[in-house]
């Protein structure tokens, strides 16, 4: 059934509408029941009543019958003019004769019948005809007749005028007793229909629906303001995330267009100095300080885009841990002296071994490191700091630095938070280091806490990691990173013809014995004449792919024991798993850095 | 026309008045006779007669109503029991009956009637001042109906009830004094 628009729109409507039928059908059924049995009563009633009238009349009139007194027996029935439906009535006498009648003063005298010779009544032309003996002393005397109207319809029509008019005071009832229920029922509901349109309307999570009742509805109260409580959590949470991320690219943008104007200014220089080595030195000096600058924004970025989409991976072996430090301790180390902080290193003399990823944890350490010197005013003091407590590796960077406010201590490790956002921007970064190393180290197993006593005095970070029960490979000069690498016989073999074009010459300048294929076929030729030591393979090459290049690479005896690395533009772990399986020894996922390279080369 | 025959036809017109006057005179005590076989359908008597005897209604100064009586009771009952005719010559043939009817032919009608309500009788007249004779119910004739007056009094001096159905159809009701 279709229910009407303006029902369907109203709970009140619903309910009223709900108890309005629920009465009315109670009352047609119950009404439509009473009829069908009182008019099934209506005959045996109105006869008996008769038969009872008849009876009275009978008795009344008999000894008027008995001593032929007529004008008693007329008086006697004139008493019936008190039952208007009683239009006539008549008494005869035992041999059949009419002895008295009455008719109702207002109707035309009817014929009378003949008496008949039995008790009964029959039901004619919407009459009821009606005959009864008067026995007296045991004496049949006469008799009485009467006719009355017998109109069930007109009773029929009694009965519907006052269903008509008990189920208007029933509705009117119910209507009085649903107003009063209303607010008990529908109104907490509407209250929180009422609250959630506000919400909505005016965006104010703040607001909360009444609890009048502890019922269901009062449940969904309950449940309701907790959803609107979390709304406004979630609508504020991701209006912050939002603004960082605005902020974030704004700083971004800043930050990327910053060494673009000195580049180009020495671009200018360089080509007014042209062959003036003097002149143009401290120009490509200018160059290299403000391309690395860019190099570490693009990094940054790019992890971020790791830690968002949860890519971010280790690869862990065995390492010391002093020898991470220092890894770390240079990669900051001109930052530090550029800012003319004195800084101070205190290591265990004892090899404190751990499991992690070198790269990566060298990554973390140079961030807090960079940190410190970014967040204290130049000339402070940065002592970095490992030892050994209990079954962790803990190391410190403290400063003297601007320091943390209490709010700060949780909120550092967020993304794109800064402390403080008036700091030159030349040195801002982009507010994801401390998120970074955050994520790497929780990827160790290990964990970061941010100190301080206060603003502008100084902060502490440490880092605890677990301690390795394994022991180092090789000696400790296998891990020492100063040692001087010996030439090698590399092929590198890539379609990207600038890529690998430099990627040659930088090796080459480094002493190392390059050769260099655009594809799968030229890099097999040249493996079968040069026998590289170590090749760098690109797995989407045109005519053979780096996979194949690999087996055939393993199969010939002079690179069968090369060291193979897979160069890709992905790094999923399926795809790691498929170049191990094809032979590579190791993996880098593109852009490859020079570092990278060289870090392999030092490990081999 | 001759003397002869109208004296004939004078004859015979009295003659005829009088068969017609004797017809209603019958007819009256028909109904006489009828009337006092239902009276005691209305009386209660004090004492239940003896199981087996007759109800016995006594005429005296009325051989019409009597013989209408005879021809009525035969095979009838009133209050069960079978209803007897007695014509009564003298006062002390009274005690025994249930009903006495005293006609007007009855010149001693006050000695009768006191044996009636001695005798715990439904005495019955059909005189003008029957009720102040001591009758309990006395015919009237009105109009050539024949209608009855009913003493509430003189019943009750011989010990007897009557019905208020009955008296709702008396022509004249003397109440108890």
């Known amino acids: 059934m279709r229910i009407p628009s303006a029902i369907g729109r109203s709970l009140r409507a619903k309910v009223m509408v709900l108890a309005l039928a629920t009465t009315i059908s109670a009352l047609v059924l119950s009404a439509v029941g009473l009829i069908i049995y009182d008019l099934q009563a209506y005959e045996r009633q109105w006869s008996t009543d008769l038969v009872t009238q008849a009876e009275v009349i009978a008795r009344a009139s008999a000894p008027a019958l008995s001593f032929g007194d007529r004008e008693t027996a007329t008086q006697d029935l004139t008493v019936l003019r008190v039952r208007p439906r009683v239009l006539s009535a008549a008494l005869y006498t035992r041999d059949g004769k009419l002895f008295a009648t009455y008719v109702r003063p207002d109707i035309t005298p009817p014929e009378f019948p003949p008496m008949p010779v039995t008790d009964g009544y029959r039901i004619a032309d919407g009459q009821l005809i009606l005959f009864r003996t008067v026995v007296e002393n045991g004496e049949h005397i006469g008799s009485v007749h009467l006719r009355s109207l017998y109109d069930p319809w007109e009773r029929l029509t009694d009965y519907l005028t006052i269903m008509f008019v008990v189920m208007i005071a029933s509705l009117m009832v119910a209507g009085l007793i649903f107003g009063w229920l209303q607010s008990a029922v529908t109104g907490p509901i509407l209250e929180v229909a009422r609250v959630a349109r506000d919400v909505r309307e005016k965006r104010d999570y703040s607001l909360r629906a009444v609890k009048t009742t502890e019922d269901e509805i009062g449940q969904l109260v309950d449940s309701f303001n907790a959803m609107v409580a979390e709304t406004g959590r979630r609508a504020e949470a991701l209006r912050l995330a939002d603004q960082r991320k605005d902020e974030f690219l704004a700083t971004l943008a800043h930050e990327l267009r910053n060494p673009l104007a000195p580049i180009r200014n020495a671009l200018e220089i360089l080509r007014l100095a042209g062959t003036d080595e003097a002149k143009s030195r401290p120009a490509r000096e200018m160059m290299e300080r403000q391309l690395v600058q860019m190099v570490r924004l693009v990094d940054d970025l790019l992890d971020v885009s790791r830690i968002t989409t949860g890519k971010l991976a280790v690869r862990k072996t065995v390492l010391e841990l002093q020898s991470v430090l220092r890894d770390a301790v240079e990669i900051a180390r001109p930052f530090i002296e ?81 402390v403080d956002r008036t700091l030159e921007r030349s040195q801002a970064g982009l507010g994801v280091g401390l998120t970074l190393a955050k994520r790497l180290v929780e990827l160790h197993d290990g964990t970061i806490e941010a100190r301080s006593e206060g603003e502008g005095k100084g902060s502490e970070f440490v880092v605890r990691l677990p301690l390795s029960g394994a022991r180092l490979e090789g000696g400790a000069g296998r891990l020492d990173s100063d040692h001087e690498a010996k030439g090698r016989r590399i092929l590198l073999a890539d379609d990207n013809v600038d890529f690998v074009t430099s990627l040659g010459q930088l090796l080459s300048a480094r002493g190392h014995d390059v050769r260099i294929a655009y594809d799968g076929v030229e890099a097999l030729a040249a493996a079968e004449e040069f026998a590289p030591e170590v090749a760098f393979v690109d797995i989407g090459m045109p005519k053979v792919h780096g996979y194949e290049v690999a087996r055939r690479l393993r199969a010939a005896p002079a690179t069968s024991g090369a060291l193979l690395v897979a160069v890709t533009g992905w790094g999923q772990e399926n795809d790691r798993k498929r170049a191990r399986e094809a032979g590579f020894d190791r993996h880098l996922v593109k852009p490859v850095e020079p570092g990278d390279i060289e870090a392999i080369l030092k490990s081999y | 026309m001759t003397v002869g025959l109208r004296r004939a036809l004078l004859v015979a017109c009295l003659a005829l008045c009088a068969l017609e006057a004797r017809a209603q005179q019958a007819t009256e005590a028909s109904v006489k006779a009828a009337f006092l076989y239902k009276f005691p359908g209305y009386v209660e008597w004090p ?119 009955m008296l709702a159809i008396a022509r004249r009701v003397v109440p108890r004094s």
């Open chain 2, 47 to 165: 004492t239940a007669p003896a199981a087996g005897t007759p109800f016995v209604i006594g005429v005296a100064g009325s051989d019409e109503v009597a013989e209408e009586l005879e021809r009525l009771v035969p095979g009838r009952q009133i209050h069960g029991r079978a209803v007897t005719v007695r014509r009564v010559r003298e006062p002390e043939a009274v005690r025994g009956t249930q009903v006495l009817f005293v006609g007007r032919a009855e010149p001693n009608a006050r000695a009768y009637l006191r044996a009636a309500r001695e005798a715990g009788s439904l005495g019955v007249t059909e005189t003008e001042r029957g009720l102040e004779q001591g009758s309990a119910i006395n015919f009237v004739t009105v109009e050539d109906r024949v209608g009855f007056e009913v003493s509430v009094d003189a019943a009750e001096k011989a010990s007897l009830r009557i019905s208020s159905r």
């Open chain 1, 338 to 418: 550029s800012r003319r902080h004195k800084f101070d290193l205190v290591l265990p003399h004892e090899p404190v071994v751990i499991e992690g990823d070198r790269t990566r944890l060298a990554q973390v350490f140079s961030n807090l490191l960079n940190n410190a010197a970014k967040y204290t005013d130049t000339g402070g003091q940065i002592l970095l700091s490992a030892a050994v407590e209990g079954r962790a590796a803990v190391v410190r960077v403290r400063d003297n630095g601007i320091g943390l406010g209490g709010q700060s201590l949780d909120a550092i490790f967020d993304m794109f938070v800064q």
